[in-house]
């Protein structure tokens, strides 16, 4: 049951939040769900992008050349995930920035480590 639908802040969560209500187990309940669902959504969005990124860091380590600005440009795009990944406590599981973190290392350093492998 929504105790909250003749709420005149209703539809504005920073007011709702900031509000004396004594309520805020309905409208607010559930568009504060909505907004963490948002937010793992974009989370895993990152995560993704990143990992797939990376994969193409990887695929071109593994060439013999590579075109050097686009090479630099993808580990460039990769270490702002990865950043972005670690600056905010994310957990990388099951990515290929869980290495990178875990290690302590740049993009740049990972993609040199696969090049002696590979090359």
Not at 42 to 55: F, I
Request: hydrophobic share 30%; with cysteine; glycine share 2%.
């Amino acid at each position: 049951m929504d105790q909250c639908k003749h709420c005149t802040i209703r539809g504005d969560l920073r007011k709702c939040i900031s509000d004396d209500c004594s309520i805020h187990n309905s409208w607010y309940a559930i568009e504060l769900s909505n907004e963490v669902k948002r937010l793992s959504n974009a989370v895993d969005m990152v995560k993704y992008l990143t990992d797939c990124t990376l994969a193409t860091v990887d695929s071109m380590a593994m060439k013999k050349s590579s075109p050097k600005l686009e090479y630099q440009r993808q580990r460039d795009i990769a270490q702002t995930g990865v950043d972005f990944i670690k600056n905010n406590n994310i957990d990388p599981s099951g990515t290929r920035v869980a290495e990178i973190i875990r290690d302590n290392i740049t993009v740049n350093e990972y993609a040199k480590r696969l090049e002696k492998k590979w090359r």
